[in-house]
């Protein structure tokens, strides 16, 4: 711990701050002098540590619990000011390990949101999927909207901010971006390649989930976050190898089930089948934002999606897998 000088008296709980999105929240707000408490789940690493490779300024509480387990999370919202809702329930290995995310979702906001109005929560702020309702949504846009609803329903604000993939290293959606087109010359692609998304950086996400805490027109609202750029996913992979010097030939082919895909995803990238393929079958919806009003309300300066790859680039060269989600990636050793 550096020192106890805090900018801020506000206390504030991140919900999985081990994630690509909670591990930079919580060095954000670090660096912005908040009381951080943290949520972690102690399945996966020792419970000794939250694992963080550079010190914070100061040492975040860290309350065990589970989302899923409702007796664990009544402890950890006591006292707290606001709380970050950064979970998703995708992953595993295989695609059976994760064919019950939609319930497992369903159940922790329920959970957390039961947990939150008995403790007196004022704010939840929490980052779900862009996507219309409308659409025919895939399983996992349409439980990202679902846990929207459950967590507004309460007597919580609750912010929802809705976005499309999130550029940086470690994401989930920007690493099998990245591996796709770093390990193959001629990229062959369903379709839905040419679906239309909006992008936007880490950085940006990072200071609109930031900015709503100071913000009060944010709460209680859902509000879209995008980058300044409609992309589909096979501009996003030329650009990536544009970035990156890299010649490569994308050639779309007919219709490829999305099981095969993410079998075939999972082979050429770190990323589980079991999170590739609810991302997949996500990129037959449209990402696009419906409004623009949280650029008024925290204005900031929207990276290019150029810039943003730059950006997870350089973070890599400080070694891949620095801030990797052990549920996004399972990376081999020799890359961590
Ligand atoms: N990544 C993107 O491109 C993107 C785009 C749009 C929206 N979002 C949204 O951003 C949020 C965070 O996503 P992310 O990319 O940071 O995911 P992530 O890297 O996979 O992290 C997920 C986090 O949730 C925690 N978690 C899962 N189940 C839990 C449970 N039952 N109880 C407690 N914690 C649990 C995980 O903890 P463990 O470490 O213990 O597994 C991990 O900390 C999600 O709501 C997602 O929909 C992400």
Redesign the pocket.
């Known amino acids: 711990m550096k020192s106890n000088n805090r900018k801020s008296s506000k206390r504030i709980l991140i919900?999985?701050?081990?994630?690509?999105?909670?591990k930079r929240l919580l060095y954000r707000l670090d660096e912005q002098g908040y009381q951080i408490r943290c949520?972690v789940?102690c399945?996966?690493r020792p419970p000794e540590s939250l694992d963080l490779k550079v010190p914070l300024t100061h040492e975040p509480e860290i309350f065990y619990g589970?989302?899923?387990d409702p007796g664990s999370l009544s402890a950890a919202l006591e006292g707290m000011d606001a709380a970050y809702y950064?979970?998703?329930?995708m992953g595993g290995r295989s695609i059976r390990e994760t064919l019950a995310f939609e319930e497992k979702d369903r159940k922790?906001a329920e959970n957390f949101l039961q947990a939150a109005d008995s403790a007196g929560l004022s704010r939840i702020i929490y980052?779900?999927?862009l996507g219309d309702i409308s659409d025919n949504l895939s399983h996992h846009l349409a439980s990202?909207q679902e846990v929207g609803r459950i967590l507004q329903s309460g007597n919580v604000q609750t912010t929802i901010l809705r976005?499309?993939?999130?550029i940086g290293a470690g994401?989930?959606?920007?690493e099998i971006v990245r591996y796709l087109v770093e390990r193959l010359p001629v990229l062959t692609w369903p379709k839905w390649v040419y679906t239309k998304s909006q992008p936007i950086a880490i950085d940006n996400v990072l200071a609109y989930l930031t900015g709503c805490l100071e913000t009060p027109e944010t709460t209680d609202k859902s509000l879209d976050i995008g980058g300044p750029q409609i992309l589909s996913y096979a501009d996003l992979m030329r650009m990536y190898a544009r970035v990156r010097g890299l010649k490569r030939l994308i050639i779309g082919v007919p219709m490829v089930p999305f099981k095969l895909s993410a079998y075939w995803v999972n082979l050429i990238t770190p990323v589980p089948a079991g999170v590739v393929l609810p991302l997949a079958e996500g990129l037959r919806n449209e990402a696009i934002c419906r409004e623009n009003h949280i650029r008024d309300m925290i204005p900031v300066n929207l990276l290019s999606m150029e810039q943003a790859i730059c950006n997870a680039l350089a973070e890599e060269s400080e070694g891949p897998g620095k801030l990797l989600?052990?549920?996004?990636c399972f990376l081999p050793e020799d890359l961590k």
């Open positions: 919900t999985g701050p081990t994630g690509f999105i909670g949520l789940r399945l996966v589970d989302l899923l950064l979970v998703h329930s922790a980052l779900g999927g990202r976005a499309a993939v999130i994401g989930a959606a920007f989600s052990q549920q996004a």
